[in-house]
Every structure is written in structure tokens, then in C-alpha cells.
């Protein structure tokens, strides 16, 4: 990783923390401690980013659903994970 931004500001584009990775590629990460997690805030959530990044990623502090992963599955630059789940191996 070649730099690393994040915290809070007023335009956020939808994304916590900025990852510029060797080779060029922009990562983004949104950070989520909910109580609950549904597949409407899965939803919302991507829908909210406007950052254009070549990978996303969705950290939420709790389980969520079969459905939300079905839901980012979607989306060929998402990655959701649960608090239950490992990052999934990026190459």
C-alpha cells in the first residue's frame, strides 16, 4: 500500500478510509457499526458511494445476511464482510 486517507469530512463520497495500493489501484472502504444489518442497508450503502474507486469494500461490525452477500455480489467491484466472515483473498 503506497498511502492510506480517511476521517471524518463534510463530502465523504460514501466511503471511511482511501487506500492507494501499489500498482495504482484506489481501494475504498466504508466502515459500519450497526446493531442490525439488513439487504436495505447493504442497498443503500453502495448506492451512497459516488467515490470512484477500482475496489469497494463494506466492514460491518455484525453478521449479515446470505441475502447481502447475493446483493454485492452484484456488483463486480464490491466486497461486503461481516464481522463473522475473513476478508476475502484479493489478487
Known sequence: MRGLTGGAVDNQQG???RAEMEG???WAF???HYKQWSLAD???AIAKCT???TRKFLLVTREVS???YTE?????V???VGCARHLPRIS
Open 30 to 32: 466504508q466502515c459500519k
Open 15 to 17: 466511503i471511511d478510509i
Open 72 to 76: 454485492v455480489a452484484k456488483h463486480p
Open 51 to 53: 467515490f470512484d474507486a
Open 78 to 80: 464490491w466486497y461486503i
Open 66 to 68: 446470505e441475502d447481502c
Open 42 to 44: 447493504t442497498r443503500a
Open 24 to 26: 495504482g489501484e484506489i
